[in-house]
């Protein structure tokens, strides 16, 4: 019976530590996949607690239809089969994306997952720091929802470094054959 060793592979996930060789930058590299999964899931967790929400889910992005005559009778019918569609094509797309990390080990996704993370992070500070959203209530998200949205997004920030560091290294070897 194989042993589950996992320190080879925390190891691997450091962002700043260089690897030591090729297996363990394609276990860094791979790493992004494992990163992609993670939020997945907080997506997931998401969509999910929106469709058992609707009401509550519609509140947070457009109040004006839940004002609206039928408004609410309309999205308790159509929220649930939105999160539905959404679920599915969330674990399509990034199942799809994870699958070609894993197996290609590329530069390409986790540059973009660091770039589209951190857009969002400076994104969400601009707008706090300019008051662009002092006209939206408060998301009336659950804090459990939100501690998971952030643990899978810091998720996704380090093991994505750590997945770059490997796909430079492994074509910095591919590069010398």
């Known amino acids: 019976m194989a042993s589950l060793d996992l320190k080879p592979w925390l190891r691997a996930a450091h962002?700043?530590?260089?690897?030591?060789?090729?297996?363990?930058?394609?276990?860094?590299a791979r790493m992004g996949a494992v990163a992609l999964l993670a939020h997945m899931v907080a997506g997931l967790a998401l969509i999910g607690w929106m469709g058992a929400n609707p009401q509550l889910a519609m509140a947070m992005t457009?109040?004006?239809?839940?004002?609206?005559?039928?408004?609410?009778?309309?999205?308790?019918?159509?929220?649930?089969?939105?999160?539905?569609?959404?679920?599915?094509?969330?674990?399509?797309?990034?199942?799809?994306?994870a699958w070609v990390q894993w197996s290609r080990m590329t530069r390409f996704i986790p540059m973009v997952a660091l770039v589209l993370t951190g857009w969002g992070a400076f994104m969400n500070v601009a707008a706090i720091l300019t008051g662009g959203m002092a006209e939206i209530q408060p998301a009336p998200l659950p804090v459990w929802l939100v501690i998971v949205d952030w643990l899978a997004t810091v998720a996704l920030v380090v093991l994505s470094g750590a997945a770059l560091r490997g796909a430079v290294y492994l074509g910095r070897l591919k590069g010398m054959r």
Do not use: H, K, N, S
């Open 15 to 28: 962002p700043f530590r260089a690897p030591a060789g090729m297996l363990e930058a394609q276990r860094a």
């Open 62 to 97: 457009t109040p004006e239809l839940e004002r609206m005559a039928g408004g609410a009778v309309a999205l308790e019918i159509a929220m649930p089969v939105a999160a539905i569609l959404a679920g599915v094509f969330t674990v399509l797309v990034y199942g799809l994306i």
